[in-house]
């Protein structure tokens, strides 16, 4: 089983995670929006064969050669799918990007959400 995560947006009167149904799932914003903010963020993203690919790099070591893999959702993007692609990947990249896009991180191999 290969790890992932997902970010969303949720609203705000969910319950638990045994209630998320697509009502409760929010949009994102554009796959352009997004993709702005990706590029602020990580200025030497790559694209390519539908995926980007940025830093999962420590903050402490920015010289680490790991890389997130991220997926967006159809158009509006309401889930963007990430996975580690090459090496150890610091999860706090991903809560930076996930702050910008006012998300939450949700982990579907426990089924909860982690940030």
């Known amino acids: 089983m290969s790890l992932s995560f997902?970010?969303?947006?949720?609203?705000?009167d969910l319950i638990s995670?045994?209630?998320?149904?697509e009502e409760n799932i929010l949009e994102i914003g554009t796959s352009t929006e997004i993709i702005s903010v990706?590029?602020?963020l990580y200025p030497n993203v790559e694209f390519?064969?539908?995926f980007y690919y940025f830093p999962g790099?420590?903050?402490?070591n920015p010289s680490d050669s790991s890389v997130w893999k991220v997926c967006?959702?159809?158009e509006p993007v309401k889930l963007i799918y990430l996975s580690p692609h090459?090496?150890?990947c610091d999860l706090?990249?991903?809560q930076d990007l996930c702050h910008q896009l006012k998300c939450r991180i949700f982990d579907p191999q426990h089924g909860e959400f982690i940030y």
């Open 6 to 12: 997902w970010l969303m947006r949720v609203s705000p």
């Open 17 to 21: 995670i045994n209630h998320i149904i």
């Open 38 to 40: 990706i590029y602020e």
């Open 48 to 50: 390519y064969d539908g």
């Open 57 to 60: 790099c420590t903050r402490e």
């Open 72 to 74: 967006l959702d159809d």
């Open 86 to 88: 090459v090496g150890i």
């Open 92 to 94: 706090r990249i991903i």
